[in-house]
């Protein structure tokens, strides 16, 4: 139940389906002073051993449209969720197509690709509060998303989410202007939303492991964010560096610090780097956590030790 396809038990372990099951699930767990975990599609955890408490598997499956909004239910899987709202004639998903994983996680490290994060779609979260004990909504500016980060990801444990809704649009999808996605489109005079996801999709598929085949959790690392002075001093030493402004700071290309420390492609026995994508930590099999940590740690302290520069893991390390 983890796309790494890393080895691990849980002590407890239940699938719930609706809102009474997960308040329930919970309920039974504070009873046995229990640590729980959600899991969705377990496509953003790094399992280091066995999970000693009670895991809730998420299966709530419901979608309603009320005006621009579809509501989700947090176990519908993301990809469909976005073909869904493609086919009921919506745009506003498309950059998102094929992102693994369920709806629920979505909002916890505020999912993005091709320039569009999870945000921008005016989400609104509907969780069980476990301070509150209650069920309520929370709106974006609550959820205080930011790049790969949430609420939900810094007080991680408080909230369940149960639903979330997204206001999309009914008109044409604006243009990715990514180029491997132009270069895809080039050939269609006003792409779809439904051209666009398939689009993404293709590109995806030849950019990434499919975690089927070969095990990974997609980016390993977050780009990471620097003030503008260390942005500057980095580009003088290093002139080649992509760096990219990101909201009064710098965001530098994680995979392109781990290539230049010679780590695409390398092999540590049963765990690695894809060859294709430096950022991309893949578990070959047989392996464990543990030794897909010890290179993550390789890695940060190669990357550290030439260009001063801390790199964070994105997937959850449990
Ligand atoms: C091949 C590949 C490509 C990827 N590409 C991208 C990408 O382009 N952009 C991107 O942003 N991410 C990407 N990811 C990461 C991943 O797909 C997303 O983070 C996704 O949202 C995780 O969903 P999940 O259901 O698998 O979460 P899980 O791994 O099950 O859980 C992730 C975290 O969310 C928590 N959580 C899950 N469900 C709930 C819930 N209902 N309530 C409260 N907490 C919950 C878990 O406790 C955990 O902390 C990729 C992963 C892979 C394997």
Same mark, same amino acid.
């Given at each position: 139940?983890?796309?790494?396809g890393?080895?691990?038990?849980?002590?407890?372990?239940c699938t719930?389906?609706c809102d009474?099951?997960?308040v329930?699930?919970?309920g039974?767990?504070?009873e046995r002073?229990?640590?729980?975990?959600?899991?969705?599609?377990g496509?953003?955890?790094?399992f280091t051993g066995d999970?000693?408490g009670?895991?809730?598997?998420?299966?709530?499956?419901q979608?309603?449209?009320q005006?621009d909004?579809i509501?989700?239910?947090?176990?519908e899987?993301?990809?469909?969720a976005v073909r869904?709202?493609?086919?009921?004639?919506f745009?506003g998903?498309e950059?998102?197509?094929?992102?693994p994983?369920s709806?629920?996680?979505a909002p916890?490290?505020n999912?993005?690709?091709y320039?569009?994060?999870?945000?921008?779609?005016?989400?609104?979260?509907r969780?069980? &509060?476990r301070?509150?004990?209650?069920? %309520?909504?929370?709106?974006s500016?609550e +959820?205080?998303? @930011?790049?790969?980060? #949430?609420? $939900?990801?810094?007080?991680i444990?408080?909230?369940?989410?149960l639903?979330?809704s997204l206001?999309?649009?009914?008109?044409?999808?604006?243009l990715?202007?990514?180029?491997?996605l132009?270069?895809?489109?080039?050939?269609l005079?006003a792409?779809?939303?439904?051209?666009i996801? &398939?689009a993404?999709t293709?590109?995806? %598929?030849?950019k990434?492991?499919?975690? +089927?085949v070969? @095990?990974?959790a997609? #980016?390993? $690392?977050?780009?990471?964010?620097?003030?503008?002075?260390?942005a500057?001093?980095?580009?003088?030493?290093?002139p080649?560096?992509p760096?990219?402004?990101h909201q009064?700071e710098?965001?530098l290309?994680?995979?392109?610090?781990?290539d230049?420390?010679?780590?695409?492609?390398?092999v540590?026995?049963?765990?690695?780097?894809s060859?294709?994508?430096a950022?991309?930590l893949?578990?070959?099999?047989g392996g464990?956590?543990q030794d897909l940590?010890a290179l993550?740690?390789?890695i940060q302290?190669?990357?550290?030790e030439?260009y001063?520069?801390?790199l964070?893991p994105?997937p959850?390390?449990?």
């Open positions: 139940m983890n796309t790494l890393l080895p691990a038990r849980a002590r407890y372990f719930v389906t009474a099951d997960a329930e699930a919970l039974w767990a504070a002073d229990l640590a729980v975990l959600v899991l969705g599609g496509s953003n955890c790094v999970v000693d009670l895991v809730i598997h998420m299966g709530i499956q979608r309603s449209i005006g909004r509501e989700f239910g947090a176990g899987n993301w990809d469909a869904f709202s493609i086919d009921q004639g745009s998903l950059c998102l197509a094929l992102i994983g709806v629920g996680a916890v490290q999912i993005g690709a320039g569009v994060e999870l945000c921008q779609l005016a989400p609104r979260v969780v069980w &509060d301070h509150a004990q209650q069920s %309520r909504w929370i709106d500016a +959820a205080e998303y @930011g790049y790969r980060d #949430s609420l $939900f990801k810094r007080d444990g408080r909230f369940l989410i639903s979330v206001k999309l649009s009914r008109q044409a999808p604006d990715p202007s990514y180029p491997d132009q270069a895809e489109l080039s050939a005079a792409p779809s939303a439904r051209d996801a &398939d993404v293709r590109v995806r %598929r030849r990434l492991p499919d975690p +089927a070969l @095990g990974n997609g #980016s390993f $690392f977050k780009n990471p964010i620097v003030v503008i002075g260390v500057r001093e980095l580009k003088a030493q290093y080649e560096m760096q990219f402004p009064g710098v965001k290309s994680a995979g392109w610090l781990i230049q420390c010679g780590f695409k492609g390398a540590r026995g049963s765990v690695g780097v060859p294709a994508h950022l991309v893949v578990h070959h099999g464990t956590g940590m993550a740690r390789e302290r190669s990357v550290f030439r001063g520069v801390q964070e994105e959850r390390v449990i």
